[in-house]
Nanobody
Framework: QVQLKESGGGSVQAGGSLRLSCQIS????????MAWFRQVPRKEREGVAR???????DYGYGMEGRFTMSRDITENILYLQMTNLKPEDTAMYSC?????????????????WGQGTQVTVSS
């Protein structure tokens, strides 16, 4: 059984940085898409960053340059380094994975999700 668990969220002032982690455990299945999404209440889930097999990356609109997604293949951990955070980055951040190719515009395609970690950025 595959499980994803995020950590690293918290409260930070605008301009600050955070690094989120997503530990993947369970079946050693090779995912073709791994991603970070974020969501605020009453809004649609938004794609933040994605790694797709073997190791290509893309980012949500306006996020490349401030956000960097990486992974530790040995430890099976995904990371999201966030810098120069803004109040509008406040959201619940979740990691997701799929055995198929899905983009950042298709969150419903991802079969496996973590529970999320809250990021709050104050001005």
């Amino acid at each position: 059984q595959v499980q994803l668990k995020e950590s690293g969220g918290g409260s930070v002032q605008a301009g600050g940085s955070l690094r989120l982690s997503c530990q993947i455990s369970g079946d050693s299945v090779r995912f073709k898409s791994m991603a970070w999404f974020r969501q605020v209440p009453r809004k649609e889930r938004e794609g933040v960053a994605r790694i797709w097999y073997p190791d290509d990356k893309d980012y949500g609109y306006g996020m490349e340059g401030r956000f960097t997604m990486s992974r530790d293949i040995t430890e099976n951990i995904l990371y999201l380094q966030m810098t120069n955070l803004k109040p509008e980055d406040t959201a619940m951040y979740s990691c997701a994975a799929s055995r198929d190719y899905w983009g950042l515009a298709s969150p419903t395609g991802y079969e496996f999700w973590g529970q999320g970690t809250q990021v709050t950025v104050s001005s």
